[in-house]
Structures are given as structure tokens and as C-alpha cells.
């Protein structure tokens, strides 16, 4: 029996993928990330059929802003909470939407990084989230 070189562990096997270092990094992540959302039974009616996002436009507003977050470049200015107030005017954003959002989030930035600026993102996106979906649900009480 000839045997051969042998096979390769499962560490060697392993993919290994780069972290975010860079716009170039953040703009595949929200490439990904929102290709997953179109795609997604719950996020899909929400920025499809209620806020009707035109993604020419969202998409480079996104870099900007992950970009702003992940690297502290003064790239993006807007205000992101008021406009997902007025979105949970007419669409329910409660917690099943926040955790949902952040799941394929974390699965995005999963599948295409690793390191310390791909934990980072995940951190700042669940802030984020949190933030939102407060500020929402305050808003939502004191109308009742």
C-alpha cells in the first residue's frame, strides 16, 4: 500500500478569512448584509414593500455610515433613528425585528471575516439595535 501526503487537519482545512480593515471590507459586508435581508421572510416586506428602500441610494448611505462607525471617518450624515421611527409608524419594529436584523448581521459578518474589526462590527451593530429598538418601544408606549 503507497501511501501519500497525509491529509490535511481540519485547522488546515479551515478558511481562512480577513478582517475588516478597510471601506473596501465594509462595502462587501453591506453588499452581503443586504442581499440577505432582500432575500429574508421578515426583513424582506420591511424594506421592500413598507419603506420601499431604492437601494441605489441606501446602499452607499450604508457604506458611509459603517464606515463612520467602524473607522470614525466623518463619512456619513443623516439620522438614522428618525428614520426608523417613522418606519414603525407603519410597520411593526419591536424586538423580533431588531433580533432578526441582527442575526443575519452576525451571520454575514461570520461568513466573510474574523478578527478583531469583525467582532467590533457585530458589537456596534447589537448597540445600535438596542438603541433603535428602545427609542421605538418608548415611543410606541407613551402613544398608548
Do not use: C
Amino acid at each position: 500500500m503507497v501511501t501519500g501526503a497525509p491529509s490535511p487537519s481540519s485547522s488546515e482545512t479551515a478558511v481562512v478569512r480577513a478582517d475588516i480593515t478597510s471601506r473596501g471590507e465594509v462595502e462587501r459586508l453591506v453588499d452581503a448584509f443586504y442581499a440577505r435581508v432582500r432575500a429574508d421572510g421578515v426583513l424582506a416586506p420591511i424594506f421592500d414593500d413598507v419603506a420601499h428602500v431604492d437601494w441605489n441610494q441606501h446602499l452607499p448611505k450604508m457604506y458611509d455610515f459603517w464606515t463612520t462607525v467602524l473607522f470614525g471617518q466623518a463619512a456619513y450624515s443623516g439620522n438614522p433613528l428618525a428614520v426608523h421611527r417613522e418606519l414603525a409608524g407603519r410597520v411593526p419594529l419591536g424586538e423580533p425585528e431588531f433580533e432578526r436584523w441582527l442575526e443575519v448581521f452576525r451571520a454575514t459578518v461570520d461568513t466573510l471575516f474574523s478578527g478583531p474589526g469583525a467582532d467590533h462590527v457585530k458589537v456596534r451593530a447589537a448597540r445600535i439595535a438596542a438603541v433603535m429598538q428602545h427609542h421605538i418601544s418608548r415611543d410606541q408606549a407613551m402613544r398608548r
